[in-house]
């Protein structure tokens, strides 16, 4: 199982670029890279997904390194509904393959005004 | 995109009785679904991955006699807390996963509090 770590919590201010990182150490070759956003008593949302090199969607951008031994997750120009926790996930991206899909204590992002 | 809810999304019972919750894929056939608890202030802890059509796989610690798990269709998976407690009283939120790739989508979640 490819365990995460993040930092517990970060703070921020509106209109700032937020840097999230969470290290994979033990990625394996088959596994994506999966961040999400919870808020309080809801359930974890998809904010983006990437392998290598760089993704970016209309929310946040994610890079990772060459040896995916970490990843960033970068939400651009923060407000306060951004403050959540978010997680990042590994997990195994063949189809049928024995995903056990395991949350690390995620990172709790405060956005203050 | 692809749309997951849960019924109830928040339920009272007593001391004893079972609950049943409804997990659905609305938009897409999902192949296998997972189901989590969370506590306050912590983490989302997996509890059994659900395959339709086969017997869910329980995580370490997690009694399969008393969270019992049906995916009986590939956009339906229900989780029943059977005699609860009140200390089954938790966060419970299910995703299910689409075929061919590795996104989870998540449901809303449940609250359950017993009594």
């Known amino acids: 199982l490819a365990k995460t770590t993040q930092p517990i919590s970060m703070d921020s201010y509106e209109g700032q670029e937020v840097n999230i990182t969470c290290s994979h150490n033990n990625i394996a070759t088959n596994d994506y890279i999966t961040w999400y956003q919870q808020f309080p008593s809801q359930g974890p949302r998809f904010i983006i997904q990437?392998?290598?090199t760089k993704v970016t969607n209309e929310v946040a951008s994610l890079f990772i390194p060459a040896d995916r031994k970490s990843s960033t997750l970068s939400l651009p120009r923060v407000s306060l509904s951004d403050t959540a926790v978010y997680y990042c996930l590994v997990g195994d991206g063949v189809t049928g393959g024995s995903y056990i899909p395991t949350f690390g204590r995620g990172t709790s992002l405060i956005v203050h005004p | 995109g692809a749309v997951v809810s849960q019924h109830p999304s928040r339920v009272i019972c007593k001391s004893g009785t079972s609950v049943k919750i409804e997990c659905r894929s609305l938009d897409f056939q999902a192949t296998t679904m997972f189901w989590y608890r969370q506590f306050p202030k912590q983490s989302l802890m997996l509890m059994a991955t659900?395959?339709?059509?086969?017997?869910?796989?329980?995580e370490q610690g997690v009694e399969k006699d008393k969270f019992l798990i049906n995916h009986a269709s590939l956009t339906l998976s229900t989780l029943t807390v059977t005699s609860a407690h009140p200390e089954d009283s938790s966060f419970y939120i299910c995703?299910?996963?689409?075929?061919?790739?590795?996104?989870?989508?998540f449901g809303p979640g449940t609250r359950l509090t017993v009594l």
């Open positions: 659900s395959n339709e059509g086969s017997k869910a796989t329980y």
């Open positions: 990437g392998y290598k």
């Open positions: 995703s299910a996963k689409r075929g061919g790739t590795d996104t989870q989508y």
